[in-house]
């Protein structure tokens, strides 16, 4: 097996291709994570907003029938009404 030369030859503080591109890619994924989120954040808010202008439901009685279910239906998805 042939030795490496010790030092590597060039600077060794310059990136490598490979760090720079796992750098965008990173840099990438955390814009998207971030553009997700606020995407996440206006679906929520607009989903509060359309229930708000919903007229309410009649009840089926089915959950006032069941003590343990109650106020499950509402906040299944988090979002209070």
């Known amino acids: 097996m042939p030795e490496l030369p010790f030092p590597p030859p060039g600077d060794p503080y310059e990136a490598s291709d490979d760090e720079e591109a ?27 907003e359309l229930r708000k202008s919903l007229p309410a439901e009649p009840s089926t009685g089915f959950a006032d029938d069941q003590p ?13 009404l």
């Not at 890619?25 to 989120?37: D, I, S």
């Not at 106020?71 to 979002?79: N, P, Q, R, S």
Request: negative net charge; without cysteine.
């Open 22 to 48: 796992l750098a965008r890619w990173v840099m990438e994924e955390y814009v998207a994570e971030q553009r997700l989120e606020a995407l996440q954040a206006a679906s929520h808010m607009a989903m509060r």
């Open 68 to 80: 343990d279910l109650s106020g499950f239906f509402e906040e299944a998805d988090g979002l209070p």
